[in-house]
């Protein structure tokens, strides 16, 4: 009996095969990678970011309105207290009207988040102006053994502040 060739018949997989394979493995990775939570740095760091906006937006709005406006930390976050500030109708006591977007107590985001005034020290509260160049002011935000330094030296913007530089 004569031997006759076999016809040639591919092994492995094609390339779209490898294609979809990967794809679902990059799904797949993906979705563990959302699930997992944050670690307390990266809650800190949002709450920094969150304080950041806020300072500013206190110190936009005191120079807007010409009033004085302060920053105090409080039990469970902080809040904005002062003279009217753009916005708000009407002053009660001192104290922002509660119409105000700035007006009333501030949640921290993460629960066991505490700030501390630094600079000036002393200090219970920052002043956020009305005055375009305010002093250099500095404070730390803690969530468990992480901390993180926020801080402006007056002249320009509220930041976070690289790690190991106690002032801006």
Known sequence: MPHRPRPFS???FTLLELLVVLFIVALA?????????????????REAQRLVAWLEAGRALSRASGSALHW???ASGFEFVGAA???APA???????????LAGPKNW????????????AQAQVLRLGPEPIIAAQTLSLRLGEHE???GSNGALPFAIL???????
């Open 91 to 101: 002053v009660q006591r001192g104290q922002i009207a509660q119409g105000a977007s």
């Open 162 to 168: 690289p790690s190991g530089q106690g002032q801006p």
């Open 10 to 12: 591919p092994r492995g």
């Open 72 to 74: 105090q930390s409080t």
């Open 148 to 150: 993180i330094r926020i």
């Open 85 to 87: 500030t753009a916005g």
């Open 29 to 45: 990775a993906g979705a563990v990678s959302v699930s997992l939570r944050d670690g307390p740095s990266q809650q800190l760091e």
């Open 109 to 120: 985001l993460h629960p066991g988040v505490q700030a501390q005034v630094l600079r000036p």
